[in-house]
């Protein structure tokens, strides 16, 4: 059905005089350039993609290639540094890819991009250990006031680092932040009592929650998650600290506009089928279906979220 509708879609949308560049694409693989280490999320989103893609759309193949270190920057950097002949596209994470931006340190810009539109998101938390006092937001924010707290976040400039700044201004408070390499050190720190809070993300932590060995004190997004019902957000708790990483398409700029036309819709089509859903839930993925236009509107009001937060606290 997906391979019949696009084929439809595309000979409404250019008429039959389709470019010989369409006749002939794809002549090979297609690389998706992810920019983390294989086994974690990111990684899992883009191959959740390719499995339906091959399944449903004849001629087209991938291959995975992940590009991991400095936060997302040398992956995010070849995306943007790759011939623009519709054989290489990218899955990006927010905010490391507009954080880098901030800081001077990308040698690419939005700009560098088509973006295709965002998959998934991974809701910002914040977590304790299991026997810790701090209960509430509130009680956090007390807790702050009263003495130094260590508080794990996952890398400068990341999606935690910048909620805890977020915090940190909500509140009125300063924290001892402890960046870490990954979330499996984060998880240790929380699971080991070695550190007071952390900033993460709800995939990270939901397991460890609902088994009794960390808890969860706080939500990070506009309204509660469906994965975790019971959880108030940090809003209904008084303060107003949003945060959320996104995992989304983009490609070089520059593609012909026929083969990115073909890509975009293949993954739309793809995020729109009942197939992806169902497997995304079973692979604890999830869901947050962006156009391009939306993504790239979303990406660019983020980037000036995250210049705010770097002017006052240079990283």
Known sequence: MLKKTILAGFALALGLSASAALAEYPEKAITIVVPSKAGGSTDRTARLFTELAEKNYEGFKFVIKNVSGSGGQK????????????????????????AHVVSGRAKYTLDSFHIMG??????????????????????????????????????????????????????????????????????????????DAAFMNLSQMIKQHKAGDARIIALLTEERDEHLADMPTAKEQGYDVFMRATRGFVAPAGIDGAIQGRLDTMLSEIMASDEFKANAKTGSIFLLPMSGADYLAYLQDLQKQTKAVYDKAPW
């Not at 995010?76 to 994470?93: K, N, Q």
């Not at 915090?167 to 870490?180: H, I, M, Q, R, S």
């Open 75 to 98: 992956g995010f950097e070849e995306i943007a540094r790759a011939a623009p002949d519709g054989y290489t596209i990218g899955l990006v994470f927010t905010p490391q890819l507009v």
């Open 118 to 195: 965002n998959v998934a998101q991974d809701p910002g938390i914040v977590a304790v250990p299991k026997d810790s006092p701090i209960k509430t937001m509130g009680d956090l924010a007390e807790a702050a006031k009263a003495g130094s707290l260590t508080v794990a976040v996952n890398g400068i400039g990341s999606d935690d680092f910048l909620a805890a700044k977020q915090f940190e201004e909500a509140a009125g408070v300063t924290f001892n932040l402890l960046p870490t390499k990954g979330s499996t050190e984060q998880k240790a720190a929380i699971l080991g009592g070695h550190v």
